[in-house]
């Protein structure tokens, strides 16, 4: 016996036909034993116990969660008597694009009325001779993030101007200005 068991480990399970057949004996082996336990005879090719009705895994009464909002967006809000973000923006685009031969403190002047104190002290010894644009070339489009934030495109000949405006007490500034060449 104890040759027999010599020649099988040190003859056939030492060549790849040997580790071959041994595994295909122990892979059937599992099979087999798996088909015995779990009781499956027939070939109706389908799931055993499947639901009849579809799985829910969203509870119907938590809301919308999509990424798609179905809310309309909200309104901004705007001091009385103050005027609306797409007014204060298009004030500031108009006095951005002013530029050519003005002093770049009579630029500053204008733009700083209509901008948050951190956006003026940005824009502060600004050369305005670096603005590419000279003119509005369509209408603003304006995109409501939330009651006191929007942002406004501007259509320039040179591309869009990018405009944030936030308004914490009602009253809308300009937060922060972007430029993309068209």
């Known amino acids: 016996m104890r040759r027999a068991f010599e020649t099988l480990v040190t003859g056939i399970l030492r060549s790849r036909l040997g580790i071959a ?5 122990v892979i059937l082996g599992v099979v087999g034993a798996a088909r015995l336990v779990s009781g499956v005879t027939g070939d109706d090719g389908g799931l055993a116990g499947a639901p009849v009705a579809p799985i829910s895994t969203v509870d119907p009464t938590t809301g919308n969660d999509g990424i798609l909002a179905t ?19 298009r004030k500031f685009a ?33 050369d305005p001779a670096g603005v590419p644009a000279s003119r509005l070339t369509g209408e603003l489009a304006v995109i409501t993030r ?15 101007l990018r405009l944030e405006l936030v308004a914490p007490q009602g009253r809308w500034l300009v937060d922060a200005v972007d430029w993309e060449r068209g």
């Open 21 to 25: 057949l041994a595994l295909a004996v």
């Open 71 to 89: 809310e309309p967006p909200p309104t901004p809000r705007t001091s009385p008597g103050a005027p609306a973000p797409e007014e204060i923006a």
């Open 94 to 126: 108009t006095a951005w694009l002013k530029h050519d031969g003005v002093p770049a403190k009579q630029w500053y002047d204008a733009l700083r009325p209509l901008s948050t104190s951190g956006l003026a002290d940005r824009l502060s010894g600004v």
């Open 146 to 160: 939330s009651e006191e934030f929007v942002e406004v495109t501007v259509p320039v000949d040179a591309g869009t």
